[in-house]
Structure formats: structure tokens, C-alpha cells
């Protein structure tokens, strides 16, 4: 127990800790399949249990890896989509798809992609689907700064906060922690998942 605490102690004292969440929570922008929640809350953790890293710098790396990576997502999705869009035929079910998908972003496009950032998975095809139907970059780079922004601040303090639970057994803290960002992570998608279902349900109705 020891080895492993002197360990994360030596991880996150370096400068090199800043790179690692900046790599991870970008990357898990257009990959979901990486863990940026869980780098997040776990630095958060680590920070209130020896005061290294700085939350502060974490929260401000975060949401810098997160607005990039977002921005990569989009122009992938500009890129590819756009073309793959273009091309589908008038009247198909997957043109007219499109063509809803499109109007939705412009009337709501920054309550989408604000608050499909909290939802691992949801945010890369939201982005991707931005990017396809070239919604405004500039209206883009706001709204997704407000929820990479906010989404850095509420994993870096749910960390931290849980981290002063455990001061005195960081270890736990950090345990508890990486269990935190798991189950906020289910929970979302559980209820991505309910409603989905209750869709499906209310349309099998009519």
C-alpha cells in the first residue's frame, strides 16, 4: 500500500500529469472508449489529498483537451460527413434523417452541444453530427466552450471534494473517486438508454 502511495505521489507531483489529462480528455473526445472523465476526477482526488496536481491547473487543462478534441470531432465530421450527406438521394429515409438532424441543431444547437458533453458517447456524435450538417463555427467554438468549460469544473470538484473525504487515506479517495466517474458515466447512459426506449414505445403506439 505504501509502494503504490509513493508511487502516485511521484505520478502526480510531475509536470508530465498536466500532459496525460490534456491527451486523454482530448482524445476521449472523438474515441469515448478513453477514460477523461475518469483522469479528471481521479486528478481531482489526488489534488485534495496532497495538494498536487493544482486543481486549477487540472480543471484548465481538461477543458482545454476537451475544446480541441471536440474541434477535432467536428472536423472530421465537416470533413467526411458533410460529403457523405451531400451525396445522399432526394427523398431517401436516411436524406430526410439528415434534413431533421440539421434543423434541430440550428434551433437548439447550443443546449445539444452544451449538455451532450456530460454524456460519454453522445458528445462525439453530436460533434460529428455538427460538423456534418456545417453548423457555425463561431456559434460552435462559444457553446462548446461553456460545456467543456463547465463539464472540467464539475469533474475536477467532484473529484476534489471527494478526495477531502478521504484526506487521511488517499488511496480510498482515489478508489472512491474512479468509482464516482463510473457511476455517473452508467447512470447517463442508463438514462439515455430509458429514453430511447420510451421513444421507441411511444412511436410503436401510433
Known amino acids: ?7 502516485l505521489r511521484g505520478t502526480v507531483t510531475s509536470p508530465w500529469v498536466y500532459l496525460v489529462i490534456f491527451g486523454l480528455t482530448a482524445v476521449d473526445a472523438f474515441f469515448p472508449a478513453v477514460p477523461g472523465e475518469a483522469a479528471v476526477i481521479t486528478a481531482g482526488v489526488l489534488s485534495a489529498s496532497g495538494g498536487h496536481p493544482s486543481l486549477t491547473l487540472v480543471i484548465v487543462t481538461a477543458a482545454t483537451g476537451a475544446l480541441i478534441g471536440d474541434h477535432v470531432s467536428y472536423a472530421i465530421g465537416r470533413g467526411g460527413g458533410a460529403r457523405r450527406l451531400a451525396r445522399l438521394p432526394d427523398g431517401s429515409r436516411r436524406r430526410a434523417s439528415s434534413e431533421w438532424a440539421r434543423r434541430a441543431v440550428d434551433r437548439r ?13 453522445g458528445r462525439t456524435a453530436v460533434t460529428l453530427t455538427m460538423g456534418a450538417v456545417r453548423y457555425p463555427r463561431r456559434s460552435f467554438l462559444l457553446y462548446d466552450s461553456i460545456g467543456a468549460g463547465t463539464w472540467a469544473l464539475y469533474c475536477g470538484l467532484l473529484g476534489y471534494f471527494g478526495g477531502l473525504a478521504f484526506e487521511r487515506d488517499p488511496v480510498k479517495g482515489l478508489l472512491v473517486g474512479v468509482g464516482i466517474s463510473v457511476v455517473v458515466t452508467f447512470g447517463l447512459e442508463g438514462i439515455r438508454w ?13
Open 194 to 206: 430509458l429514453r430511447r426506449r420510451a421513444r421507441r414505445h411511444a412511436s410503436s403506439r401510433h
Open 109 to 121: 444547437g447550443g443546449i445539444i452541444l452544451t449538455t451532450s458533453r456530460y454524456v460519454p458517447g
Open 1 to 7: 500500500m505504501d509502494a503504490l502511495l509513493d508511487l
